[in-house]
């Protein structure tokens, strides 16, 4: 099978790459190795040069030593050009610039392809919808991070006898706070007959989400009681350091390492094992949960992983950055990066047809099936007092907010931050005292999710995932909690939605 990766985008290791794409970037990547090798790095010097320069531009919300750099020397060794940021200040998100505006000003300024990492899950996938150039994520959030994923399989893959097939795999550290695990477990998926075993406290175990997703797709996951029974039972060994910058402050940092101590990697566990030690690094010098002289031992891989990004990233680009269309802005807004998929549609009732049951509106929005307790906010949020005509939280002995807001209308904007203060209202559309549309307002529940940011106006979107309804962006399982939405209703909802994350036209 001929593989083309011009000009695509890598955002996520699940939906964008497959088994073959991933061999195939390993052989590219190998290939570059071998120039390294042999002393020939020299003759790739000027493939990004002369009438055919490209420009890679970085934009690193977040800090990064090894993926900011492994881009700029692959990009550097390419002969092509780079240039970017590397923390917000100085630019203009410091005036409340939006990613999408940015991203388009990337492009004006005649970039060729972005590397992009961002605190917020999804941002990544938002800002290859928007770009007319390919976009690659360095790290979105808890959500992926598929280019240290490729460069960690590559490095098995050279290990291994070119094969990434009935693999066993120990993972240790932070399994639930990062998005390296994530998409590292999430590429192991693609490849047969893979065992994964790991040992952590509950706080740091592997979410559900992630497990769930990888047994489905034929991973064999086994929760282990210590380090020693994985360790001892492993070809490699994955540790990874505590995110603390991801865990919101819910435990403090001495707890967290006192919950790591039992984990940690020493000389001593390591001493009956044959498993190959890996980590995306950095180790957390204060934690260390990596022992540092395990750094000097004959099984760590750690800074030949570092290494093997940059033959990698040199592979990557290359196979992006083949394509030679000159691109200019779209002259509109495609619908599609306009209006999410997020409105469940109820059935209109005939006596609604008429009117809506408590006190009569002729135009107008009413919100209904708002959570008891949660009117007052959501007045002060919307700024409604002048407009709304009734709102009431007892409605026919029922605990539940209603509110009318007479001749006005809402935004998309105003949904969002209805549905962030009360889930999955009904929204119904009054026009001339009848109900036009009526509809379950959905928003994806991951706090750290992009579509949450209301400044952004990233449309909600779901995807069909084999029946399980999955955030576009940030990929996180979303079930439908509404009591007052028919089993009927759900399935024609789910059914409409889209099967996978497709580029979005
Ligand atoms: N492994 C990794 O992503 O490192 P940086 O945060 O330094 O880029």
Redesign the pocket.
């Known amino acids: 099978m001929e593989i083309n990766l011009a000009n695509t985008d890598i955002i996520s290791i699940l939906n964008d790459l497959d088994k073959e794409k991933i061999l195939y970037l390993c052989e590219r990547a190998e290939e570059m190795r071998d120039l390294e090798k042999d002393g020939k790095r020299w003759l790739l010097n000027n493939t990004f040069t002369g009438e055919n320069q490209k420009v890679l531009a970085y934009m690193f919300y977040?800090?990064?030593?090894?993926?900011?750099?492994?881009f700029d020397t692959a990009m550097r060794e390419l002969g092509g050009k780079r240039d970017g940021f590397t923390g917000t200040e100085g630019t203009s998100m410091t005036k409340k610039e939006t990613i999408r505006d940015t991203v388009k000003m990337m492009e004006a300024n005649h970039f060729d392809a972005i590397v992009m990492?961002h605190p917020k899950a999804g941002a990544l996938q938002w800002a290859a919808d928007v770009a007319d150039i390919p976009v690659i994520n360095?790290?979105d959030g808890k959500n992926e991070?598929p280019t240290?994923a490729l460069l960690d399989l590559f490095t098995i893959y050279i290990n291994n006898n070119k094969s990434l097939d009935g693999l066993r795999i120990g993972l240790g550290g932070d399994l639930s706070h990062g998005r390296?695990i994530r998409s590292l477990v999430f590429a192991l998926s693609h490849f047969d007959d893979v065992t994964i075993r790991w040992a952590a406290e509950d706080y740091l175990g592997l979410p559900e989400g992630i497990h769930e997703v990888a047994e489905r797709r034929g991973v064999k996951i086994i929760r282990e009681r210590s380090v020693e029974d994985v360790i001892n039972d492993c070809e490699y060994y994955y540790m990874t350091r505590p995110q603390f910058e991801k865990m919101g402050g819910e435990i403090s940092e001495s707890e967290i390492a006192g919950l790591l101590k039992r984990y940690r990697i020493t000389l001593e566990k390591i001493r009956k094992s044959k498993a190959r030690l890996m980590h995306?690094?950095?180790v957390n010098g204060e934690v260390a949960e990596i022992e540092f002289p395990v750094f000097f031992t004959k099984n760590q891989l750690f800074y030949q992983q570092a290494e093997n990004g940059i033959f990698l990233s040199k592979a990557l680009l290359f196979e992006i950055l083949s394509d030679e269309t000159y691109r200019i802005f779209r002259d509109r807004l495609p619908e599609s990066l306009l209006v999410g998929n997020n409105r469940l549609e109820r059935a209109i009732k005939n006596r609604e047809k008429e009117s809506l049951a408590i006190d009569v509106i002729q135009n107008g929005v009413v919100l209904d099936h708002l959570s008891y307790g949660t009117l007052d906010r959501i007045r002060s949020e919307l700024a409604l007092n002048e407009y709304s005509v009734f709102g009431g939280e007892i409605i026919n002995d029922e605990k539940k907010a209603i509110l009318k807001i007479k001749e006005g209308e809402l935004s998309e904007r105003d949904y969002k931050k209805i549905a962030m203060i009360s889930p999955e209202p009904t929204i119904n559309i009054i026009r001339e005292n009848k109900v036009k549309e009526k509809f379950v307002y959905l928003l994806c529940e991951n706090e750290n999710c992009i579509t949450r940011e209301i400044m952004e106006d990233v449309p909600p979107k779901f995807y069909n995932d084999d029946g399980v309804v999955r955030c576009r962006y940030c990929g996180q399982r979303y079930n439908i909690k509404s009591r007052k939405v028919s089993d009927e209703e759900k399935e024609i909802f789910v059914k409409s939605l889209p099967e996978k994350v497709e580029k979005l036209s």
Do not use: V
């Open positions: 977040e800090p990064s030593t090894r993926t900011r750099f492994r990492r360095a790290g991070h240290q390296t995306p690094l950095p």
